[in-house]
């Protein structure tokens, strides 16, 4: 990690995630170069919220992030095709029960 | 997977208007135009503040010279969107900005053009960005996922950027006679260049159809182009300019308008490196690349150095 960040003047690659407003989860807005998370906080701030977008920013190093692929998100996502019982509509509620 | 099965399923997913993303199979063509087509356009935003860089000094009041500033911020935000959007396909930026510096990567034409007057910024601003939102709103119904949000992001902030220029161009245009001159100037420079840096003819865009199946590009250059024209004319008659084509006319019948021959042997020398400014853009952009180095590896130094200090005291503790 540190040898490609000293080798590589562009420094680190991070993720940004912006939350837009309070009680939100924090949203992908893109990636940037620095050579340290703090670095990396204040241009995600100076290129990703010029125009309020946001009122809190993670950073992330791209490195770290492990992800799934389209190609095999088929049989990925699978096993939860045939547990139907996991949804509520599954369960069939007699007329006139209520609050269920 | 069969090599076929794959371009099918990645056709499959084009046609039904899915988006393809970084870790996705793609054929290898698509994967380099992609690259060249999103670093040609990272390369022409941070080369596009030069021109304007120009002015910053210079502007004529300090509400438009704040202004200014900004849109020059916003295109170093655009390029950065942009290399970053490239660097998903797996090139480093370090390798795409020295294709820049040493020619092998080209930005848009339109850029190697001097900003001679104040006119000349309000005319960037509104013809300039006013093409490039004709090509980027295309480009942000592409089929690469972080280009196409890219544009989503970079479309919203252009707005700003042909306003403003426009807003430049109607006070010229109402100004004394000296700045009405120095308008239609600026229009009778920045008209042709920007009508041509939509792209060359349909007649001679290469390997087109694959890019459209792709929907790397959904519409053709002249018919950007024609669009570009149809919303601009009404704007400049709106100034009180005259479109620097003789030959212009409205076809009532189309309801387009109709424009003269495009000079594309200038197109073309400018593009092969033979603009006015050219030798003088690269060597800026060179040079501020250059110059900055050492703030840099200082960054990246200090970080190192404060990284091995935290782990130090971590083991301490």
């Known amino acids: ?100 | 997977m069969e090599e076929a099965q794959k371009l099918e399923n990645f056709q499959a997913r084009i046609d039904k208007g899915l988006k393809i993303e970084p870790k996705d199979w793609m054929p290898e063509k698509y994967r380099k135009q992609l690259i060249r087509m999103i670093s040609q356009h990272a390369h022409s935003e941070i080369v596009g503040m030069l021109p304007e860089g120009n002015w910053i000094t210079r502007a004529p009041s300090l509400r438009r010279k704040a202004i200014l500033l900004a849109k020059v911020q916003d295109e170093a935000g655009h390029g950065l969107y942009l290399y970053s959007a490239a660097e998903t396909l797996g090139i480093d930026r370090g390798e795409l900005l020295e294709q820049l510096y040493s020619g092998k990567a080209k930005y848009s034409s339109i850029f190697n053009y001097p900003s001679l007057t104040w006119a000349d910024i309000g005319a960037i601003g509104w013809l300039v960005d006013g093409a490039a939102i004709m090509n980027q709103t295309m480009l942000a119904k592409g089929s690469y996922g972080p280009y196409s949000r890219a544009m989503v992001r970079i479309c919203k902030e252009e707005s700003f950027h042909n306003r403003q220029g426009y807003e430049i161009m109607l006070t010229l245009a109402n100004g004394t006679t000296e700045q009405k001159e120095m308008a239609q100037d600026a229009f009778n420079r920045w008209w042709w260049p920007s009508v041509m840096m939509l792209g060359p003819s349909d007649a001679d865009s290469t390997n087109s159809d694959e890019l459209m199946r792709w929907k790397v590009k959904l519409e053709s250059n002249d018919s950007i182009r024609q669009r570009f024209i149809d919303r601009t004319v009404p704007q400049a008659d709106f100034l009180g300019l005259t479109v620097p084509d003789k030959d212009l006319k409205f076809n009532e019948k189309t309801g387009h308008y109709e424009h003269g021959p495009i000079n594309w042997d200038e197109f073309f020398n400018v593009i092969k490196g033979n603009g006015p400014c050219n030798k003088e853009r690269l060597e800026a952009r060179t040079k501020a690349d250059r110059n900055g180095l050492w703030v840099r590896e200082a960054a990246n130094a200090y970080a190192e150095k404060q990284r091995i200090k935290t782990k130090a005291e971590e083991k301490q503790a």
């Open chain 1, 1 to 100: 990690m540190s040898e490609t960040t000293i080798n590589n003047p562009q420094g680190k690659l991070w993720e940004v995630f912006v939350q837009a407003n309070p009680g939100i989860p924090h949203k992908h807005a893109g990636s940037l170069h620095a050579p340290d998370g703090e670095t990396a906080l204040q241009n995600a701030r100076d290129v990703y919220t010029r125009r309020s977008e946001g009122i809190s920013i993670w950073v992330v190093p791209s490195e770290v992030i492990i992800a799934s692929t389209s190609e095999d998100s088929g049989s990925f996502f699978d096993p939860a095709d045939d547990k139907a019982y996991r949804h509520p509509t599954f369960y069939a509620i007699p007329d006139g029960v209520k609050y269920l």
